[in-house]
């Protein structure tokens, strides 16, 4: 059975750091470019950050760049979003996703996880 597990969601102060773990099972997560998106309450979902299948190439929204860090371990089949100088507009529910895109303006994913949340608040 294909999975996607997210963890490490929670409430953080402003200015705090989170990391968010993405571990896969009943595929082979190097074959497959690996996501971030992020769904706050009444918006549509952001596609957040990307890597790709051998790590060397990576994609961050402009919202995050240089505060979000996407990585992968390939051997532990786990992908990971470190997270620093949380905002309050960076409260979502982030959901891990392989092979992610945009269409339409749509979110699309091979594979989805069930999502974690995080709230910056103060």
């Known amino acids: 059975q294909v999975q996607l597990v997210e963890s490490g969601g929670g409430l953080v102060q402003p200015g705090g750091s989170l990391r968010l773990s993405c571990v896969a099972s009943g595929f082979t997560l190097d074959s497959y470019h690996i996501g971030w998106f992020r769904q706050a309450p009444g918006r549509q979902h952001d596609l957040v950050a990307v890597?790709?299948?051998?790590?060397?190439?990576?994609y961050n929204a402009q919202s995050v760049k240089g505060r979000f860090t996407i990585s992968r371990d390939n051997a532990k089949n786990t992908v990971s979003l470190q997270m620093n100088s949380l905002e309050p507009e960076d409260t979502a529910v982030y959901y891990c996703?392989?092979?992610?895109?945009?269409?339409?303006?749509?979110?699309?994913?091979?594979?989805w996880g069930q999502g974690t949340q995080v709230t910056v608040s103060s």
């Open positions: 996703a392989a092979e992610p895109m945009v269409v339409g303006g749509l979110p699309r994913a091979d594979y």
């Open positions: 890597i790709s299948g051998g790590g060397a190439t990576t």
